[in-house]
């Protein structure tokens, strides 16, 4: 969703508030394409300060279903996003202030790239479903945590392979 902000920028100690609603319908990213489950509509608070800069206040919810790290799981992800940005106004030359900045598009506010912005900077480093998950099987994909799997437990170091053949030539049949 985008905002038109010309009027707060061209108007001096103005204040706006706007219901907005979230348009996101998935979180796009390297990391993969992972489904927005629920999102809260949100008041977002404009303030013009002076003409020297614009203050932009609002607080929302957006859950996010991500695959566990471990078993593939989806587990429902809750990002509480509270937004506070502050753009200045004392540039000269304003369309060029605001360039540098990728949810404001001439004067209009994208908020669903400000909300993508701030999901990304608050992405967990490792996602479970549970702090005990026992993840998934190397060689059959068995979920570890539904069942057990009929595969061989114990792998042999590989570093002890060559130990291991003088065992097995010296073993008698």
Same mark, same amino acid.
């Given at each position: 969703m985008?905002?038109?902000?010309a009027?707060?920028i061209?108007?001096?100690?103005?204040?706006m508030s706007k219901?907005v609603?979230v348009?996101?319908?998935?979180?796009?990213?390297k990391?993969g394409?992972?489904p927005?489950?629920?999102?809260v509509?949100?008041?977002?608070?404009?303030?013009?300060?002076s003409?020297?800069?614009?203050?932009?206040q609002?607080?929302?919810?957006?859950?996010?279903?991500?695959?566990?790290d471990?078993?593939l799981?989806v @587990?429902?992800?809750l990002?509480p996003?509270?937004?506070?940005k502050e753009?200045?106004?004392?540039?000269?030359?304003?369309?060029?202030?605001?360039?540098?900045?990728?949810?404001m598009?001439?004067?209009?506010?994208? @908020?669903?790239?400000?909300?993508?912005g701030e999901i990304? @900077?608050?992405?967990?480093?490792?996602v479970l479903?549970?702090?005990?998950?026992?993840g998934i099987?190397?060689k059959?994909?068995t979920?570890?945590?539904?069942?057990e799997?009929?595969c061989?437990?114990?792998?042999?170091?590989?570093r002890?392979a060559?130990?291991?053949d003088?065992?097995n030539?010296?073993?008698? @049949?």
């Amino acid at each position: 969703m985008r905002v038109e902000l010309a009027d707060m920028i061209s108007s001096e100690n103005k204040e706006m508030s706007k219901q907005v609603e979230v348009e996101l319908v998935s979180f796009d990213s390297k990391l993969g394409r992972f489904p927005i489950v629920k999102k809260v509509p949100f008041e977002l608070k404009f303030t013009n300060e002076s003409n020297k800069r614009l203050l932009i206040q609002g607080e929302t919810e957006v859950t996010i279903a991500i695959p566990c790290d471990r078993c593939l799981e989806v @587990v429902e992800s809750l990002f509480p996003i509270k937004i506070d940005k502050e753009i200045d106004l004392t540039d000269g030359d304003q369309e060029k202030g605001m360039d540098g900045l990728n949810y404001m598009v001439g004067t209009n506010l994208d @908020v669903d790239q400000l909300i993508f912005g701030e999901i990304l @900077v608050s992405w967990p480093m490792k996602v479970l479903c549970r702090e005990d998950c026992k993840g998934i099987c190397k060689k059959c994909g068995t979920n570890l945590n539904m069942a057990e799997c009929q595969c061989q437990k114990t792998e042999p170091d590989p570093r002890m392979a060559a130990i291991q053949d003088i065992f097995n030539k010296f073993k008698e @049949v």
